[in-house]
């Protein structure tokens, strides 16, 4: 009977023992997950999407979660800053106008001012440059001439020798001329002086030459420069009579600057035109007759229109002008 209340009191004891064994146990596995969750790495858990790469995302680049900051993005250039393409030289940021937007496409009604990035390449009648020659003169009439400007009411106009005319680029320069005695004149190359006239020589009309010194004299030595004159005139374009979508020739007109180049748009391209001795732009084929149009001076800036119909032999005023220099 001892012996049975002893196995008696046994058993109860062993059954706690294993109670508190597994207690135990769970309690000293939860302090381990516990301390695993806390550990600041975050690796504690391989299957966390927070670390793994998503599936989708291309090669080297991290998913990163929601929680965590934004990686910084690229650097975006000031609106104020100018860029340029890898190897591109450095060139002045372009004075603008107010209300006009440097290199937009723009319509008649609605110009633009664009620069060039480069002047083209200069001409025989470059800016700041004094030019030595000799001045004549002859009757100018109504004041028309090889540039086919047509008449004018102002006859204070040049003819421009034919080397310096160089195939009607010339024309429209405004120039001062001074004579020895001191007294000057700003004249508009209008015409052309054909051979004899030597480089340098200007033939200038009667009332242009009175002011030099006495006609009787038929000849004086002289200096003249370009001008970028003050005007309240605006570029103007016309088209050569019989122009059509299919060929036209294309003038500008009442420039300040020597115009260097024009050039149409066709397929997204710009293509310069060449130019005659008769002071027209020629698309022999009809190539961007009557669609936009870029002009650019000798200094390099650059006006676009966008779309001049072709009505032969009509000025169209742009309201656009080339800046002084």
């Known amino acids: 009977m001892k012996t049975r209340r002893h196995a008696a009191r046994r058993r109860p004891s062993t059954r706690a023992r294993w109670t508190t064994t597994a207690a135990a146990l769970v309690a000293t596995g939860a302090l381990v997950c516990l301390v695993v969750a806390l550990r600041p790495d975050g690796d504690a858990d391989p299957g966390r999407t927070v670390a793994a790469p998503a599936a989708d995302a291309p090669s080297g680049t991290v998913t990163r979660p929601p929680s965590a900051p934004p990686s910084p993005s690229p650097s975006r250039p000031s609106s104020a800053s100018p860029t340029m393409s890898p190897g591109a030289s450095p060139s002045k940021t372009p004075a603008v106008t107010p209300g006009v937007t440097p290199g937009a496409r723009a319509s008649a009604s609605s110009p633009a001012r664009a620069v060039a990035a480069e002047p083209p390449p200069a001409g025989r009648i470059r800016p700041g440059v ?137 397929d997204g391209t710009w293509h310069p035109l060449p130019r005659a001795e008769f002071n027209y732009f020629l698309s022999e084929r009809g190539t961007g007759c009557g669609g936009p149009l870029r002009i650019t001076d000798i200094h390099g800036e650059q006006l676009l229109l966008d779309g001049i119909a072709v009505r032969p032999d009509v000025l169209q005023p742009t309201g656009l002008q080339f800046r002084r220099h």
């Open 130 to 266: 004094a030019y030595r020659g000799l001045a004549t003169h002859y009757d100018a009439g109504d004041g028309d001439g090889a540039c086919l400007f047509g008449p004018s009411d102002d006859l204070m106009i040049a003819a421009m020798n034919h080397a310096d005319y160089e195939t009607s680029r010339a024309c429209g320069a405004h120039l001062r001329v001074r004579a020895a005695n001191g007294a000057s004149v700003t004249v508009k190359v209008t015409n052309e002086c054909p051979l004899p006239c030597a480089p340098g020589q200007l033939d200038l009309s009667k009332q242009a030459f009175a002011k030099l010194g006495a006609l009787s004299a038929g000849e004086i030595p002289i200096t003249w420069t370009l001008l970028s004159p003050s005007t309240s005139d605006t570029v103007a374009v016309r088209y050569k009579t019989g122009s059509t979508r299919y060929w036209c020739g294309i003038q500008v007109v009442d420039h300040r600057n020597p115009v260097a180049r024009l050039e149409v748009r066709d």
